[in-house]
């Protein structure tokens, strides 16, 4: 009988990896045992004795070969033939691979039954149902390990909290730090790590901010995971500020947390803290990896300088498709939608295959260069050529496209006959093309449908507020106000922030809050005066307010861009270049003004808006007044 389980045994090890067993590693050099072990033994060698087929390192090293859940259950099977299963080491080993291999309900039914369980059975099941996206059972398994009385060790904690994170469950999230402080793990730096990370992506950085500090050790991961999360939840400053701490205090930081503070400057479009980085990155490496690399060129794209973007693209040794994806879209951004174009051929030649995001990015330059003819080629050859089916991203920078063109009926069409599921974003993109267009009656469809997806997102009504505005229907303005007043909804505020003195200086409509504020407006109403001389007349249909014309001009004439373009006069030196951010997109009277600030003050003015880039020199700027 023994002899025939061998003999079983055998069979089931050559039908689980043939090619393995004619000359490989011995079973015992699988285990990390420190010991050094012949590399060139074959596993059914005629010289090895029956009784060694029941070492459980024998097992052990077949569990390490198996290659499928049909390979992992033979072996189970054998294993309990052979009266295995009361070994715990085994055991997990086996648990292990039938989550590895998606078999989770098998390593359930092996776990309910197993005699005995340690902490690496509990976190192996766990984070077995967090990986099959099964949340329920993963927290029931949890709450059953803490009342199992065992102590949760720094492997289990962290991948549940890793499924709050997900889940973005901020209650079970919470409880859980409660568990880890019971426990006296509240210092352990993996632990809190994770936690840190949950918080912000939960949307409370403020207890994410409020751990970190608390922490008495933090290691390079603590700091990377507290950078990007400032990032991520919009307050990038703040994660350069954390960045020049962590160096303060003797981190070195690694790669991964030089992507993130990469990913932080072109978040804030921070030029001057973007040239920081790159030269720590030049000491710190010889070469740019296809990561890091294509973090810098959405970096440097982001902070309006094109130039040195397209320098670390030819610069990289190796490129991948996101790497392509990233300058394509950076070109669009920047109005240069033929210069995206001219790189899509030159990725081909390259073997690489488009997906896609690099079709949205094309489709995004087409539509922001007015490439219309361009872009219906591009979306055709996406989803014949390449056999691409167009999601909704897709679908609304094609409707983006039309409707920039004035061709709103076949945008319209577009969006009524299209396949994938419709968002937020398409609807956006048309109601965007009827604010344009003055198109009250296709705006009004629009705003229905926006309204039915996100019932509690001001920007819609203030979108189509203002295009009655525009059509001087005052009466449907005040419905549209009174309405947000009665759900308690405000306009999100429009911001400008201007670069200079090695920082960013923030400016709101009539803002009189800064220091040098006084000194601000003066210089804006010489400004205001040169330009008048010049030509330029203030453009009060953009005031959407139905009030006098004098009312209006004060209106206007305080507008954040405005006193942003001021202060970078007074605080920057002559003749160099101004940079911008809006979180809204440039009002047309505003595009006006800073056109001829551009000619009688001989600055180049690089805006950034939430849309694209404008790059504004000697009255003229890159988009063609088309945006």
């Known amino acids: 009988m023994f002899k025939l389980r061998n003999q079983r045994l055998i069979t089931a090890f050559i039908s689980i990896e043939s090619q393995t067993f004619c000359s490989v590693a011995s079973p015992l050099s699988v285990l990390d045992d420190g010991q050094s072990h012949e590399h060139n033994t074959p596993i059914l060698s005629t010289q090895v004795q029956e009784s060694s087929f029941l070492d459980p390192r024998f097992y052990l090293s077949a569990l390490i070969n198996c290659k499928n859940l049909q390979q992992i259950k033979s072996l189970h099977t054998q294993l309990y033939d052979d009266g295995l299963l009361n070994d715990l080491y085994i055991l997990n080993k086996l648990l292990y691979m039938y989550v590895r291999y998606n078999g989770v309900d098998d390593a359930y039914n092996l776990f309910d039954k197993m005699p005995e369980r340690n902490p690496v059975s509990w976190s192996v099941m766990i984070g077995g149902f967090a990986k099959a996206g ?99 939840c919009g307050n990038a400053s703040e994660s350069l500020v954390l960045f ?21 400057c072109a978040k804030l479009g921070a030029m001057h803290k973007a040239k920081h980085v790159h030269d ?25 300088n094109l130039e040195s973007a397209r320098e670390i693209f030819n610069g990289m040794k190796e490129k991948n498709v996101i790497s392509w994806s990233t300058m394509i879209a950076a070109y669009g951004y920047h109005g240069k939608g ?160 201007v670069e ?41 249909n953009f005031v959407l307010h139905d009030v006098n014309e004098e009312l209006k001009l004060g209106s206007l004439y305080a507008h954040s861009e405005k006193l942003a373009i001021a202060y970078g006069i007074i605080s920057t030196p002559e003749k160099s270049p101004i940079r911008m951010t809006k979180n809204l997109r440039v009002c047309g009277d505003c595009h006006t003004f800073i056109k001829f600030v551009s000619t009688v003050e001989k600055r180049e003015i690089i805006v950034r808006d939430a849309k694209r880039f404008h790059h504004v020199s000697e009255g003229v700027c890159s988009c063609g007044d088309y945006w």
């Open 134 to 232: 099964n949340y329920k059972k993963c927290f029931e398994t949890f709450r059953e390990y803490i009342r199992s009385g065992e102590q949760p060790d720094v492997y289990t904690l962290p991948s549940v909290v890793r499924v709050c994170r997900d889940r973005l469950d901020l209650k079970m999230g919470r409880l859980v730090h409660q568990i880890v402080h019971k426990f006296g793990l509240n210092m352990n730096t993996f632990i809190c790590a994770a936690i840190v990370d949950m918080y912000a992506k939960c949307g409370v950085i403020d207890d994410a901010r409020k751990l970190f500090n608390m922490m008495t050790k933090r290691d390079i991961t603590t700091w990377t995971v507290m950078i990007g999360a400032y990032t991520a």
């Open 244 to 264: 020049d701490q962590m160096q303060e205090v003797g981190i070195v930081p690694d790669k991964i947390s030089m992507v993130t503070v990469v990913n932080a």
């Open 500 to 540: 200079a003195r090695n920082d960013f200086h923030r400016f709101c409509s009539g803002d009189h809050t800064h220091s040098e504020s006084k000194a601000i407006y003066e210089k804006l109403d010489s400004l205001i005066q040169k330009l008048e001389l010049c030509g330029y007349v203030p453009d009060t």
């Open 338 to 497: 033929q210069k995206a174009l001219e790189l899509f051929p030159m990725m081909s030649k390259t073997g690489i295959t488009p997906n896609k995001i690099t079709f949205v990015s094309l489709l995004y330059a087409c539509s922001h260069s007015g490439l219309v003819e361009e872009g219906l080629q591009v979306f055709s050859q996406m989803q014949e050529k390449y056999f691409i089916k167009p999601d909704v991203k897709h679908y609304t920078c094609m409707v983006d496209l039309l409707g920039r063109a004035g061709r709103l009926h076949q945008a319209f069409n577009l969006i009524e006959n299209m396949t994938a599921e419709k968002d937020e974003g398409l609807w956006s993109a048309l109601l965007g093309a009827c604010k344009i267009y003055n198109h009250v009656e296709m705006a009004q469809k629009a705003a229905e449908s926006l309204l039915e997806i996100q019932p509690h997102n001001a920007s819609h009504y203030v979108s189509l507020s203002n295009i009655y505005a525009k059509a001087g229907k005052w009466e449907n303005v005040a419905k549209i106000r009174t309405q947000m007043v009665s759900q308690n909804l405000k306009k999100t505020p429009g911001w400008t922030w």
């Open 280 to 304: 720590l990155i030049r000491r710190q490496y010889r070469s740019l990896d296809v990561i890091l690399g294509t973090a810098m060129i959405d970096m440097y794209a982001k902070c309006g």
